[in-house]
């Protein structure tokens, strides 16, 4: 299992199997645009994974640089209103552009696509892959969430008897 960064009061558990998921996600996305680069981090700017061909991009890099952008566009949103902030972003260079998409669950994608890609295209398959990406991780929550208790009722469980064991040895 990855780690992953939910907030700074608790952690999300990504497994391998959502990593993969998530992963599939990315490749289809970026087949269908045709973008340079999808990149999945999160809210914090940690890269979790990637399709394309970076080239010269520093992941990680980009990755802290789209979540800076990302809670700057944020508090503008608040200042004007939008309590939810802004769900996309889009970045327009003389060259290459950036779609930044908030997924939900403090984690961005970011895509990296040429001028001559039509951005109305970007914005349907990106709006796709928000829904199955934030799909994946509703479920990866889940499934935590009940691992969580499964573990809470056998560790009271087990904590109740080793107690009751350790008093028992001290009456005789």
Do not use: W
């Not at 940690?46 to 566009?73: C, E, M, Q």
């Not at 552009?97 to 696509?113: A, H, R, W």
């Amino acid at each position: 299992m990855d780690l992953v960064t939910k907030s700074p009061k608790s952690q999300f558990m990504l497994s391998t199997e959502a990593f993969n998921e998530i992963s599939v996600v990315l490749r289809e996305l970026e087949a269908s645009t045709r973008a340079e680069l999808a990149v999945f981090c999160d809210a914090n700017g940690v890269p979790i994974t990637h399709a394309g061909k970076p080239r010269t991009i520093d992941l990680s890099t980009l990755s802290a640089l789209n979540a800076g952008n990302y809670a700057a566009t944020s508090e503008m949103a608040r200042l004007i209103g939008e309590k939810n902030g802004f769900k996309f972003l889009f970045l327009e260079g003389e060259h290459k552009n950036i779609y930044l998409c908030n997924v939900g669950f403090d984690f961005l994608l970011s895509i990296v696509f040429s001028k001559s890609v039509a951005l109305g295209m970007v914005r349907i398959y990106a709006n796709k892959a928000v829904k199955q990406l934030s799909a994946i991780l509703e479920k990866a929550q889940k499934q935590e969430q009940l691992a969580e208790e499964l573990l809470d009722v056998e560790f009271s469980s087990l904590l109740g008897k080793a107690l009751d064991e350790s008093f028992s040895k001290n009456k005789k």
